[in-house]
C-alpha cells in the first residue's frame, strides 16, 4: 500500500506530523508498524469528520496497517439499538471512507489482542486503552494520539519521536501498593490510581495481577487520569528497566471498598451494559456459562468484536447469552453509541465507562463486578 506523496491530502498528512513534531520538540519522526484510529463514531465526530474522512479518502491510501476503534452503531444489528437511517447512513458513509484508505474494520478497541506486537515496537495509537496496554503490558511504545494525528501517521508511516516513545518519559514517579482483593476491584482501584498526581505510576500488588486486571485497570487510570503507561512490579516487560520511584502511595483493600459502596446500586439498573473496554473470547464464555440455566430480567448489552464471532464456540456461547434474553453487539459500545442514551440507571463493570457514560451519554452509572452486574441482571435487584 503506498500513499499519493503528491496528493493535497498527503501533504496535509504530513503538515499534521511536522507541526506535532515542532509543538512536542521531538527530536525525529520514526517510522511505525501500526496504527490505530478512535474517533469514528459519527456520534463523535459529526458532519465535519465525516466530510473531513471522506475527502482525504480521495486522494491518499494508509502506508501501514490500521485498524478502527467502535463506531457509533453494530453495522448489522444497528436497528435493534434504536439507531436512526440517518445515524446509519453517515455511519456507513464514514466507514466506508476508512476502508478506501486501507483501514482494516475491525471497530474494536483491543487491537492488543489481534495486533502482533512486540516490545519496542514504534505504534501510534489513538484509544486510551489500548495505548496504556500497548506501553504498559506489551512494551511497545505509542502516545495518546488523536482520531486525526492516527490517521496522518497513517498515511505518512510516521509519528514524532516524543513522549512515550523515550525512556526518560516511561521513567516511574511514583510507587502504588495496591491491594486487589474482589472482582472488579482492579478497575475501581485504577480509578483511584489515575488520579494521583504522577506521570508513570510503579503499581506493587499484593498478589501477582491476572492479565484480565491488567487490561481493567489500565483502561480505569487512563480514562480518570490521562495516564498513558504503568509498571507492575514483577511482570510488565520494563518493570526494572529504571531507578524506582521514592515517592510511594497506598491504595487500600479499605479504599477499593469505599468506592464500591458508593457506586453500588441503589435501584435496579435498566440496563446492565458489559465489555468496555470489548469483552473477550473469555468473557464471552464466563457470561454464557453463568446464564446456563438463568434468564435476564433486566435488559444485558455485551459488546465485543465481530472477528471473534468466526469462532464456533464463541458463536456458540452468544447465542446462549442470547437465549437468556442478553443482546450481545459487535463494531460498537456503550460509550460512542447514542444508543445508550434511551437508559437512564446503567451498571457496569467498568472503570473507564463509570467515567465517560454520566458525562457523554447523560446516563446516571452504578458498578460491580462482572459477576455482580450478572447477578443483578438475572435478579432484578
Ligand atoms: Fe472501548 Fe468504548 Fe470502552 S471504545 S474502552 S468500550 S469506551
Known sequence: MSSNENSEGYEVCMDIVETMARIFNARRLVEVRSVHISGISYQNIGDAGLEWIEE???????????????????????????????????????????????????????????ERLKCGDRIAWAESNAVIYANSVIGARTNRESGITAIASAVTGLTPEYGMHLDEN??????????????GDAALAGCIVGRIECDVPYLIPKVEMKESELKAIGAAMAASGGKAMFHVEGQTPEWDNYEKPEAIEVVSEEDVREMREELSPTETPDLVAIGCPHAYAGEIVRISRFVDKEKFRIPVWVFTCRRLLRNEAIRLAVEKIERAGGKVFCDTCMVVSPATEQFDYVM????????YLPKLRGVRVCFGGLEECLRVAVSGL
Open 56 to 114: 482525504l479518502s480521495e486522494s491518499v491510501k494508509f502506508r501501514v496497517k490500521a485498524t478502527v476503534n467502535p463506531a457509533g452503531m453494530d453495522i448489522e444489528r444497528w436497528k435493534e439499538m434504536g439507531i436512526t437511517p440517518e445515524f446509519y447512513e453517515k455511519q456507513m458513509r464514514i466507514l466506508k471512507a476508512l476502508k478506501r484508505m486501507g483501514a482494516r474494520l475491525e471497530m474494536s478497541c483491543v487491537p492488543y489482542y489481534f
Open 170 to 183: 516511561r521513567t516511574p514517579d511514583v510507587a502504588v501498593k495496591v491491594e486487589l482483593s474482589r472482582e
Open 348 to 355: 457496569v463493570d467498568s472503570g473507564k465507562a463509570l467515567t
